[in-house]
Structures are given as C-alpha cells and as structure tokens.
C-alpha cells in the first residue's frame, strides 16, 4: 500500500516555464487536495477534489490548475512558474469524513529561478 | 476569518522533561482538530483527530485534549525520536484544513 505519490521530489523551473506536479493515490480517497508550505506560514490550501470530475479553490489558487480525471490521480498544474511559487507543494487526501485525518504525500520541493 | 495559533513556535526539552503544545483556534463552525508531526523533508503524519470539548485521545507519549477555544499535546517522558514539528489544523468545512505554523520540538538526550 503505497499511499499518496508525489513526483517529482525535487524541480528547478526558470520563471515562465510551465510544468506538472503529479499525485497518486492508492487508498480510494474520495477527497484530495493540494498545499503549498512557506517558511513562517502554516499549509494553504490551493486547490482541492471532492470526486472525479469535481475540482473546487482553496485559499491561494491563482497561478494554478489542477483537474481529476480518475479517482486516483490529481496533478497540479503551473501555468507560468513565477518566483512566489518557490514552496514545497504536498498533496493530500481522505476518506469522505476525515475521521483518519488526511494523508500526505512526501511533498515536491519546487525553486522557481 | 479562521485562525489557528500554535505556541510555542520552538520548544527545546531534556529527554523525560514532560511539556505541552498549545493550539488556539478562532474557526466558524469547527468540524475537528487535527494534529499532525512533521519530520524535515516529509510530508505531515496524522496523529489525532478531536471532535468535542473534553474529548481527549492518547497515543503512545502523547496526549491530544480539547476545549472550545484550543487544543492541547501533552508529550510526557519524551524520547529524542519524539523531536519533529508538531501541526494542528481546524477542520473548517467542506475540505477545509486551516493549519497552524507548528512547533518545533527539540528533544535531547
């Protein structure tokens, strides 16, 4: 049981470039989200998925799309990577009532240059 | 707006120098209470979930309480493979985690 998947760990981007983050998860979550984690700041939400076909925003969306094709997978998209996006991006997911809390992923490490 | 508050943000302890985290939170119709451990490089590893004032939950050293207005984990006799950052987050809604900053726990032999 692997859990929730992130690939890639580690990514330097020039700033414009565009690129996928990817998340997998083998636990059939319904729900899955996306954070970002910034020094002195607790995890924000950027985006999040009740189902697939479903995607909704959470708190600091912008410069960010995601879609979720398959109940296991929901990759986080960077249209144009800016030097704000440098963070640590985790995905996470859970059951429908979070009673287990939600899993985490081992997090991508992104240095936007 | 919802708020959660961790304090300390650094706690240095002696290994078996018991202590507690404190978690405020100002939320609009909180669903849980989190907590989580952080070590560095790895994503947050659930530790308890609070669902009512007076509810407390035990694991292993640690000891997760609520109140209405915060949280609390006791670590008693800690060990220094207890050292990591400890997270709370206020389950606000529909998929809504409003996370603190953490603590950053030391603990050493």
């Known amino acids: 049981n692997a859990g929730v998947t992130q690939t890639p760990k580690f990514q330097v981007l020039k700033t414009g470039q565009s690129m996928t983050l990817q998340c997998a998860q083998d636990?059939?979550?319904?729900?899955m989200s996306w954070y970002r984690q910034d020094p002195g700041m607790g995890l924000r939400l950027i985006h999040y998925?009740?189902?697939?076909?479903?995607?909704d925003q959470g708190e600091v969306p912008n410069g960010y799309n995601v879609s979720r094709s398959t109940t296991e997978d929901f990759p986080l998209r960077l249209l144009s990577a800016a030097p704000s996006q440098t963070s640590v991006y985790f995905c996470?997911?859970?059951?429908?009532?979070?009673?287990?809390?939600?899993?985490f992923g081992s997090g991508t490490r992104l240095t936007v240059v | 707006e919802d708020q959660v508050t961790q304090s300390p943000e650094a706690l240095r302890l002696q290994e078996g120098e018991s202590s507690s985290l404190n978690c405020s939170y100002t939320?609009?119709?909180?669903?849980?209470l989190f907590w989580y451990r952080q070590d560095p490089g790895k994503g947050p590893e659930f530790l308890f979930t609070?669902?009512?004032a007076g509810e407390e939950k035990e694991k292993e050293r640690l000891k997760a309480t609520l109140t209405k207005k915060e949280s609390f984990l006791h670590i008693t006799a800690p060990k220094p493979e207890d050292s990591a950052t400890y997270l709370c987050?206020?389950?606000?809604?529909?998929?809504?985690?409003?996370f603190g900053t953490g603590t950053r726990l030391l603990v050493s032999p």
């Open positions: 996470a997911s859970s059951y429908a009532r979070a009673t287990d809390g939600y899993t």
């Open positions: 636990m059939n979550h319904e729900y």
């Open positions: 998925s009740v189902g697939a076909g479903i995607t």
């Open positions: 939320v609009s119709g909180l669903r849980g």
């Open positions: 609070l669902y009512s």
């Open positions: 987050a206020a389950h606000t809604g529909f998929q809504k985690l409003v």
